[in-house]
């Protein structure tokens, strides 16, 4: 029960006689106190109604009486959270957290009865960006009011926020600092450094991790040892203790010490059950964490039995004897529900039931999509996808295994499925829900992403940012998110749709094309192929090799002269990678759409080398571009679902910052600019006058939109951006813009590179322009030279001037680029001619040149007929 202050103040009030009729904060106090000598689940139901008709009586509310609510939400999400209601918990929180904000409330501990908790839950249920947030805002507050103990729990889960996005070593240097810099009791620092250790642990990690490195065990194992020298005087930390233990049990079963491994476990055993008040959740935690012990060593029995306690907690109604798996209709967000679930179908695997297996994933499968539907923002959004990618690998090789046994193309069928849900699914979410979301939404989506941008800014100072203004944009943005919450439906789960492959196949046989689409795995790197309404499965085995070889030929590109100090180098790897993406050698069709994973969202396909020369005369050599036109998509149902090309006359709006007179000056960009306006007509802006706001003010105008400046790709640290004259924008800062044209050109450095993700790809300035509504894009994949850039625009525009797609404009200009004969040899190297690629539709339909021949012969039938009709009679 969550102890205040008002629970005394209830007696306060009333005199020893009862004369004094109740306030409405006392009575709401009575409720509380009343549910809470006797919590069920039924009897929420009650807490709910008080809050339901607090709200609908529209008399003002005094500030007490609006604390009193705030209470009753902090204790009614405290027990939610022991029935396992995640998402009535996270509700009643936020709730409390908007009204003590809204009102200005004081007077009650807010950060340990809301903030904390709440900040807690967001990280488990991997909502990472309101986590952070949270942890921020009672940072702040802590700080301000010299809270030490909240101000340590803040450092210590925001730790954990950085563990669990794969800011390791962010949170690695604000541990060792507080450790270092704070003054810190005994407990305390027993506590960070446990939290230190899981980091080191994650900071270690590599493909050969199971075999001992020098030196790193032992550190890994003092730190751990440490911090339960400084815990075990305390005992109020068993809990704590029982972690290290089983941190050093989990080490070490790494490591495959067994034996070490059980001894630890039973060490945190009999600290985890001196435990006072042990919630269902954590039971089921180190259930779980007791059954993969089991399972790592092969007991997949024993194992099994375990997992099957670890559903009867966490689903009351849940029955062993009927069925290991739970029902469909029990399921709920919950992590360790669905890290039983990956584990028990780990054990059908191994006990070679791999249909039984696939049951349980696809139950995984939809409590992920529960957890999709709680997140708002982006990063959260993708970082949660990277667990939905490693399940899918193994479905994946399930799949093909029952395809290899069955022979039957329906498995396939699936497999392709699987991997079609993690290309670009935040991308495509948002594409989806922009057609139909309220205006009111829309306004609070693009509010909250202003927001997000302004944090981002700031923090990009470094030292000099303002925190003070940092955290005021964190509360605006917390704001917008729990008022964004409110809009949006209740209990609405949105679920990942199958594409239609019937429809799929007949786009592509319409269009003449060959779809490949990779799923880079962590094990394998898997190809399908689709054409001539068939679909194959290939794979390359050893994926630790294939990364290797990728950036070993993506290093070519690095810079101009990589590929003419070495020639035969170059045709060597670019042969052996195109023999290990399993590309088509053969085929009717021409045109060839790839949908690429991982690293190759970095990779010109068209300069890979399908055989091997010893010539070195540039033009010569053979390229994937002689045999292909290529496009690219960032996942198949985009490619299906894209809009038409419009047959409409081509207008052009173009951005020519061109920088003249200082160190960013574009030479050739001016040349540029003159040929294509030779050929189209349309709005130019150059110099000064090419700024954002011109840029945003005529953008939705026009069917080309092409921007001839400076980019950058950003880092891990930094946002990819683009430079107008005034400003250099981010990449996120593109969201927001309403547009729709055929065509966007990022005639610019890098603008199809920036921070990677697996299952989203790059988060580039052409990533922006996909969100803003731009479907067809010309983009680059590293530093281009000005002059050819200039040259190769040139004959992209003049294929596109003969109505000629653009995606075979694209190919046409990279082939008239090495024919040129005035182009040297050195200056033909892929490095210059391969940078930019065409991301999609594709257009094959005949020319309107073609259509008027028709309608005229049409036309004379018709006549004909008419004479000769008349003749008759």
Sequence with gaps: MIKTIFYLLLFTTLNVLGQNPLTPEDKIYNVVDGYSTNPTLDGLQNLETVDYNFWKNPKPKSKNELLAIVVLNCNKA??????????????????????????????????????????NLYTIIGDYDNAENTIKQYYFIANAEKNQPQKIAAILNLSNVYQNTGRVNEAIVLLEKTIKTQKLSSTQKGILLTNLGNNYVLSYKNPDFSKPIPNIFKKLESTYLAAIQLLQSDKTQTETLANCYRNLSALNLQWQNIELANSYFEKAKKYFFATPNISPRKLAKFKYEEANLLFQQKKYAEASIIIASVFKILIPNYSYQINIIPNQSSLYAETILLDALDLQADVFLEENQPKKALEAYTLSFQIEDLFSNLLVYENSKIINQIRVRNRTEKCLSIYDFLYEKENKIIYIENAFQLSERTKSGVLKSYLSNKKTVSREEKLHLEQLQNWTNEIVKEQQKGDLANVTKINEAIKKQNELMLSLKKIRLENQVNTAENIDLKSLYSKLEKDKTILVEY??????????????????????????????????????????????????????????????????????????????????????????????????????????????????????????????????????????????????????????????????????????????????????????????????????????????????????????????????????????????????????????????????????????????????MDAFYKNIKKDIPYFEANTNAKRDFLKDESISNAKKTPYYWSAFVYYGGIETTEKPTNYYFYILGIIVLIGLFLVFNRYRK
């Design 519 to 792: 799923f880079s795995g962590f094990e394998k790197m898997y190809v399908f192929t689709l054409a001539n309404q068939r679909i194959k499965l290939d794979y390359y085995w050893d994926n630790h090799t294939a990364t290797p070889r990728i950036i070993s030929f993506l290093d070519y590109f690095s810079d101009a002269n990589k590929i003419t100090d070495d020639i035969s180098g170059y045709n060597h790897y670019g042969n052996s990678l195109y023999k290990m993406l399993k590309l088509p050698t053969y085929a009717t069709y021409q045109n060839l759409i790839i949908v690429p994973d991982g690293l190759l969202n970095f990779l010109p396909f068209e300069a890979l080398i399908t055989k091997e020369s010893a010539t070195t005369n540039f033009s010569q050599m053979h390229y994937l571009l002689n045999d292909f036109k290529i496009a690219y998509n960032n996942s198949a149902s985009l490619y299906l679902n894209g809009k038409t090309s419009s047959r409409d006359k081509k207008t052009v709006l173009g951005i020519f910052p061109v920088f003249e007179k200082t160190a960013y000056e574009l030479t050739f960009s001016k040349s540029e600019m003159q040929s294509i306006k030779s050929n189209f007509d349309g709005k130019f802006f150059a110099n000064e006058t090419a700024s954002f706001d011109n840029f945003k003010l005529n953008a939705a105008n026009y069917s080309i939109l092409h921007l001839s400046t400076h980019a950058t790709s950003g880092d891990t640290e930094t946002p990819a951006s683009i430079k107008f004259y005034d400003q250099e924008v981010l990449y996120s800062e593109l969201y927001n813009l309403n547009i729709n044209p055929d065509l966007v050109v990022l005639s610019a450095c890098e603008t199809g590179i920036g921070k990677l993700y697996k299952s989203e790809g790059a988060m580039s300035v052409a990533r922006g322009f996909q969100f803003a509504g731009a479907q067809n894009l010309l983009f680059s994949l590293w530093k281009v030279n000005d002059y050819t850039t200039s040259v190769f």
């Design 78 to 119: 405290y027990y939610e959270n022991k029935f396992g209601k995640t998402k009535q918990v996270i509700s009643s929180y936020e709730k409390a957290w908007q009204v003590y904000q809204k009102y200005k409330l004081s007077n009650y501990d807010i950060t340990e009865y809301c903030l904390k908790p709440l900040g």
